[in-house]
């Protein structure tokens, strides 16, 4: 299975996103958009990260009505990115309606389902969003993660921490994408952290890293240097 990093690019408009990119115009890197940029720049920015030749996890994480959300994977499959994602909140009936589209008209189009944020500790999912205090948060992940498998997604979201437990549930074959990847252990809002190699060593398939490498003094190098830790003896 392909191994990457992805690169987050949270920023505020096109032209901050595509200054940035000059910084690998000799790379055809994976890189992450999310709601920031694309609610600001729409479609067009997607175009012309595409036109540079890199893969795209457009991260708008899903989450509506069946019918509303069959009609967004329609209009996403248009703008040929790589990866999509949903929540896995928004049930098994949504998640198996978009599958299904996407499985139609373009199969190779990895679809995600997004488990719990990284932001989230076990504390706020017992007492903010009042799921079951008989289980842990790794529980709730596996669980969420087979209710996207029943549905035919190719993988989930989620902290590398948890990966070791979805591989052996759900298979080496079923894709885990983790963010919450630092070089060391910070204070930001991330909470469930993990180094590259440790990433690599707990089985993830594409880790997600932001600030690491857009707000580093040199970012291809940064990158480079992130990629050697996930990837190891795979490059």
């Not at 932001?210 to 990837?231: N, Q």
Request: charged fraction near 30%; aromatic fraction near 6%; hydrophobic fraction near 40%.
């Amino acid at each position: 299975m392909a191994k990457d990093v992805i690169i987050a690019l949270d920023f505020p408009s096109s032209k901050v996103t595509l200054d940035f990119l000059k910084n690998f115009k000799n790379e055809k890197v994976y890189v992450k958009v999310g709601m920031e940029l694309f609610y600001r720049e729409g479609p067009s920015i997607i175009k012309e990260i595409k036109r540079l030749g890199h893969k795209i996890f457009l991260d708008l994480k899903i989450h509506d009505i069946p019918n509303t959300c069959k009609g967004a994977t329609n209009s996403l499959i248009l703008l040929d990115v790589d990866m999509i994602n949903f929540h896995i909140a928004g049930g098994k009936k949504m998640l198996t309606e978009a599958s299904e589209v996407v499985n139609s008209k373009k199969p190779e189009l990895i679809t995600l389902g997004v488990t719990m944020l990284t932001s989230t500790v076990e504390e706020v999912m017992h007492n903010e969003l009042k799921i079951d205090r008989e289980k842990s948060l790794e529980d709730v992940v596996l669980d969420y993660a087979k209710l996207a498998k029943e549905a035919k997604l190719s993988g989930i979201v989620c902290s590398a921490l948890e990966v070791p437990k979805i591989k052996e549930n759900l298979g080496a074959n079923f894709i885990t994408v983790t963010p919450g990847i630092r070089k060391v252990k910070g204070t930001d809002d991330q909470k469930r952290v993990v180094t590259p190699s440790k990433a690599r060593e707990l089985g993830s398939d594409y880790i997600v890293v932001g600030r690491p490498i857009t707000k580093a003094e040199d970012p291809l190098k940064e990158y480079k240097e992130i990629r050697r830790d996930f990837l190891g003896g795979e490059q």
